[in-house]
């Protein structure tokens, strides 16, 4: 079942590791090298069984692949998942293991943070190996970054959908309120949106009630709100079977990954005119952010850079239109272009 999984994702490569001492788990999987080393964040996660974190990683890679590609950087696809309770607060010697199985991969695989960890958390990493970004003393958290360019997006799906780009009085659902999702509604507040909240931590969702005015709803409420945009910034294949059908918005823009179950809820959303923005070109800024650290940018070059999202994303639904398909495939379609083109100067040299 795994080598099917892999082959299935065409990935390059997958790697376990276990270290008894600290109780890590871990898989890393390198999607694609084709563009430069696979650059992806390590997820920490309680999965419910290893078969679950192999698919998530698996997805997980392969659109750290797409989203490079189509941010134009000269970066592959990667991801790492660890096994287990991420709330543990003993976790130098998990992270340092975790350090030790990414310098396994040789510079082919650069981690950072993601769901579950830190920068904390990358500098015990950075104690066992060179290749992480994220550093609280380099670039430091990424959501803020990865929040600008949600918000960027966003407004280009608007000026898309109303030919106006701003958010001021829209109401937009919220879905999941860690760091990224905590920024992405402080910048719309900011605008004077209206937003609708949730997530499975209570005090998240009083925070942003408290200093932002939201209206909190339930966790299986937040589909069928009427509102105008829906933000699904918590983990990924919200769009399904169950939710495609009650959802009653115009726009679908949110920093999670992997928000289409398959691509089929991708075709629906179109059929019901329901504007979709490709999550890892909308969610991008996070790699930026990374990337900036490793290539010696300036924190303004990474905000101007994932400013650009706005353009991307307007010209990816532009193509949508004129060729009357999916966005997701239009994105899919610039990604996959790019890689052929490497590909085929690579072999011409």
């Known amino acids: 079942m795994i080598f099917e999984a892999i082959g299935r994702f065409a990935h390059e490569q997958v790697s376990y590791m276990y270290d008894p001492d600290s109780g890590y788990r871990g898989i890393i999987a390198i999607h694609s090298t084709t563009l430069g080393p696979a650059l992806g964040g390590t997820r920490f996660w309680n999965y419910e069984n290893e078969q679950e974190a192999l698919i998530d990683v698996l997805r997980l890679s392969k659109g750290m692949t797409f989203k490079a590609a189509v941010a134009g950087l000269d970066l592959g696809g990667g991801k790492s998942v660890i096994l287990g309770d991420n709330k543990k607060e003993e976790r130098e010697s998990l992270f340092r293991a975790h350090g030790r199985h990414v310098e396994l991969m040789g510079g082919r695989y650069i981690t950072a943070e993601d769901v579950g960890t830190s920068p904390q958390d ?201 060729e009357g398909i999916p966005s997701y495939r239009a994105a899919r379609r610039l990604a996959e272009r790019r890689i052929e083109e490497v590909k085929r100067a690579a072999v011409a040299k």
């Open 122 to 322: 990358m500098a015990y990493v950075r104690q066992e190996t060179s290749y992480v970004g994220g550093l609280q003393e380099r670039s430091g958290d990424p959501s803020p970054v990865t929040a600008f360019g949600v918000y960027r997006g966003m407004k280009a799906c608007a000026l898309f959908k109303y030919d106006d780009e701003s958010l001021c009085d829209k109401t937009i659902a919220v879905q999941g309120l860690g760091h990224v999702g905590y920024y992405l509604c402080k910048a719309l507040h900011e605008e004077g949106a209206h937003l609708i909240v949730t997530d499975i931590d209570q005090e998240k969702v009083d925070r942003v009630v408290r200093e932002f005015g939201a209206r909190s709803v339930g966790a299986d409420e937040i589909y069928a709100v009427d509102a105008d945009i829906f933000a699904p910034c918590a983990l990924g294949a919200v769009i399904n079977d169950e939710t495609i059908d009650v959802l009653n918005v115009d726009i679908i823009a949110g920093c999670a990954n992997n928000q289409l179950a398959e691509d089929r809820h991708g075709n629906a959303l179109d059929a019901r005119g329901i504007i979709y923005a490709p999550d890892y070109v909308v969610n991008s800024g996070g790699l930026i952010n990374v990337n900036a650290e490793l290539a010696g940018w300036t924190m303004e070059q990474a905000h101007a850079k994932a400013g650009e999202i706005h353009g991307t994303i307007l010209g990816i639904l532009e193509i949508a239109r004129d």
